[in-house]
């Protein structure tokens, strides 16, 4: 199974310190990030898109092509790329320039998104928010089954694409797209008829919670006539890693706390308490905060939930110690990694 990291690369005041990074900063530490988790081991690392000041990678394929020419071996993704504002074509050569750079690493998880300020920012209503994502998955497939010959028609939102190449070229053929969810399924549904990797976002609740979808995700598949062995499923979760479950919760508690609560105002959530954070933290919550061995048990855990394929740990939500952080993503490398493939082998 392979193991990695995911960031949103946020630019948060720090709840006790009032440290606040730029986001010139920030982006420079993402990169910092990306290398040691190749250093160590670890098998992706994905960024995700975002258009406010709270976080600084509105384009993720600029910050992990910065880290593509420094690291030799870890695939870099979007986690995720906000299609249904984006443009395809470019999207595709963004990640065909990544792909070159990279020498065939690059991913694109391509989602509707959670956060809905890019909608406004380039000109879509709301009100499109599932047309919009249907239109423009079906041009970024179309560009990757062809890229030097796409012929699309029809779409309500973009022009035409009359028998136009879109270049560079990919060194991956096709270049691989992920359709990343929170929880809608019919866009589970979608991604196991297309027969595309899918990547669910544990944030609350517990993991055995999207177990019907990744049964529902396999179910689309099979009716679609798709080989078993390509359904792939990766699960993103927060969660962070320290010596001792001590040491992580005291780095990791304020700083989620103050994330979660942030959130919480503009979406309605009750105050996210210590208690919230324990009862999230416990053996069976999707929050994964701990030792490296209490880390490793709920991964284990999640495989055998879902029989998931991949498992990326997001580690920086909120601003935190730059160097618990690297810490954190040396012991996923170093400890966790060998531990969940330990258990999985017997």
């Known amino acids: 199974m392979e193991i990695g990291v995911s960031a949103f690369a946020e630019t948060t005041e720090h709840p006790e310190t ?49 880290a593509a020419t420094r690291t030799t071996r870890i695939r870099l993704s979007s986690a995720v790329t906000v299609l249904s504002s984006e443009d395809p074509v470019r999207v595709f050569q963004q990640f065909a320039t990544l792909d070159g750079l990279s020498d065939g690493r690059a991913e694109i998880m391509a989602g509707r998104g959670s956060f809905i300020e890019s909608f406004p920012l380039f000109g879509y209503d709301l009100e499109d928010y599932d047309d919009l994502y249907a239109e423009k998955l079906d041009l970024l497939l179309k560009i990757r089954e062809n890229p030097k010959r796409v012929n699309w028609s029809g779409g309500k939102f973009r022009a035409d694409v009359p028998g136009l190449g879109v270049y560079p070229l990919p060194v991956q053929q096709p270049l691989p797209v992920w359709i990343a969810v929170g929880g809608n399924p019919q866009s589970v549904v979608r991604a196991g008829t297309l027969g595309l990797p899918l990547a669910i976002a544990i944030i609350g609740g517990m993991p055995e919670q999207f177990a019907p979808l990744a049964d529902l995700y396999r179910e689309a598949g099979a009716r679609a006539g798709h080989d078993p062995s390509t359904l792939r499923i990766a699960t993103h979760s ?37 208690t919230s954070y324990e009862a999230a933290r416990s053996r069976r919550g999707a929050l994964l905060v ?5 880390v490793a048990e709920k991964i284990v855990k999640q495989h055998e939930q879902l029989g998931i394929d991949r498992f990326m740990l997001h580690v920086s939500a909120g601003t935190m110690p730059h160097a618990d952080v690297l810490r954190a993503i040396e012991l996923l490398g170093t400890e966790v990694a060998p531990l969940v493939r330990k258990a999985l082998e017997n």
Do not use: C
Not at 21 to 40: F, M, W
């Open 290 to 294: 701990g030792s490296p061995e209490e």
């Open 238 to 274: 927060h969660g962070f890693v320290a010596p001792t479950t001590q040491q992580a919760t005291d780095v990791h508690f304020k700083p989620y706390q103050a994330v979660m609560n942030g959130l919480g105002r503009e979406r309605g959530w009750n105050h996210f308490s210590r």
């Open 18 to 66: 009032g440290a606040l990074l730029s986001h010139a900063e920030r982006l420079r530490e993402i990169v910092e990030e990306i290398e040691v988790a190749d250093q160590v081991g670890l098998d992706v690392y994905g960024l995700g898109e975002h258009h406010r000041p709270d976080y600084a990678a509105s384009a993720p394929a600029v910050v992990l092509a910065a």
